[in-house]
């Protein structure tokens, strides 16, 4: 049984791709989260991308993607006021 993306409706193909982009764009804010705007815009750019598939396709990656991008922004989050209490 073969899959062929191109054979699906084009709005289900973004909804897709947009819910892998929020899972890989949540990843990389996790890791990008010690440099406080390149965390914090992957983040919120994950999540955006996940709601945005969600509101198409309800998948698990979807969700997958926007626990992990607000993981993300949490942690950056975090690492922000930790700078800042700690320049004192």
Do not use: H, Q
């Not at 709005?11 to 996790?30: H, K, M, V």
């Amino acid at each position: 049984m073969d899959f062929d993306p191109a054979n699906l409706d084009p709005e289900l193909r973004f909804a897709r791709t947009y819910a892998i982009a929020s899972a890989a764009l949540g990843t990389i804010s996790l890791c990008a989260g010690l440099i406080p705007i390149c965390g914090g815009a992957t983040g919120i750019l994950g999540i955006v991308l996940g709601l945005i598939s969600l509101k198409t396709e309800n998948t698990k990656i979807a969700k997958a993607g926007i626990a992990i991008s607000s993981l993300g922004l949490l942690v950056t989050l975090v690492y922000i006021v930790v700078l800042l209490y700690f320049k004192k």
